[in-house]
Each structure stands twice: as C-alpha cells, then as structure tokens.
C-alpha cells in the first residue's frame, strides 16, 4: 500500500513538473498571439488588470520569454507625480501599453483603450486622496487624460494646468480647516 501510494505521487509530481515545464514562458516559445494576450490581459481598464500588471513589472522574471518593454519616462516632461498626487506608475503601465502595442503593430487598435485605462488607473489614484483635495487630483487626471488622448502624451500637460488645479487643492484645504 505504500509503495502504490510513494509510485503515485512521484508520478503525479513529475507530471506536474512537466506541466509546469511546458507552460512555463521562461522555458518555452511564447507565440505572438500568446504575447498579445497578455499583454491584453495587462492593460484593460480594470483594477484587476492594473494589479496583474504591477505584480509582474514587480517579478519580471517569469515573463521574460515573452520580451516586454518595461522602459518608462513616466510622465514624460510632466510631473510624475504632480501636487503629490502619485500618477507615476500609472504612467508607467501607459508607458508599457504604448510601447508594447508599437513593437507588435497593433497600437492603432488599442490607444483608445490604453488612454482609457490610463484615465482610470489616475481616478484610482485620486479615490486614496480625501474628499477635500480629490477635486484638485480629479482635475489633474483629466488634464493628463486629455493629453494622451489627444497628442499620445502627457508631455503636453500644460503649467497653467497644474496651477489651476493647485490653486484648487489649496482653496479647497483652506475651507477645510475653516
């Protein structure tokens, strides 16, 4: 009886291993369509799609096979994380849809979609600010959203911008605190 159930968990480990083996991107040929499935996966508009992101730009290791571009300037010439609202990895993942969408010639077809899930991963952003200083967060997000919506680049986020929404925010504390 031992000796059936020690020869059926070796076998059931080595074919687990050998799953693991043959699904493992490190180790096997990731297929174009494979590439454009997770990378699909990575940049919907979702927090779930966000955090599936973030967990692999964190380990990057099992994804290697597949050759992302994790290369970020973050918000380009605009502040990353302006009035110490943190829109920075938000950028980034924009970044990664960019760039990535680019290398395997489908951007067209999804820059509507990454801009969107750019928008969304800033509101997400603001929902952790409280209520007195979102507005100003929620100004900004919408200003960053317009410029990659309309240039494909938060470079075109303009100072004034950032003023208005910083005289907002300090408006907006000072009734606070009143």
């Not at 849809?97 to 489908?106: D, I, Q």
């Not at 507005?135 to 938060?154: D, K, N, R």
Request: hydrophobic share 40%; aromatic share 12%; charged share 15%.
């Amino acid at each position: 009886m031992l000796r059936r159930l020690t020869t059926l968990l070796v076998s059931g480990a080595v074919a687990l291993t050998t799953a693991l083996a043959v699904a493992s991107p490190a180790t096997a040929a990731v297929t174009p369509a494979q590439k454009l499935s997770v990378l699909s996966s990575w940049t919907q508009t979702s927090a779930s799609s966000y955090n599936a992101w973030n967990s692999a730009r964190q380990n990057r290791t099992p994804w290697a096979g597949y050759n992302f571009n994790w290369s970020t300037d973050y918000c380009s010439s605009s502040p990353d994380n302006p009035l110490g609202f943190r829109f920075s990895l938000s950028c980034h993942r924009h970044d990664f849809g960019y760039r990535n969408y680019k290398a395997v010639g489908h951007f067209s077809a999804n820059k509507s979609r990454l801009d969107s899930a750019f928008y969304e991963d800033l509101k997400r952003v603001c929902a952790t600010y409280n209520a007195v200083v979102r507005p100003a967060c929620l100004s900004l997000a919408w200003t960053y959203y317009q410029a990659v919506s309309i240039f494909g680049s938060a470079a075109a986020v303009q100072q004034s911008d950032i003023d208005r929404a910083a005289r907002m925010k300090a408006e907006a504390e000072r009734l606070a605190r009143a």
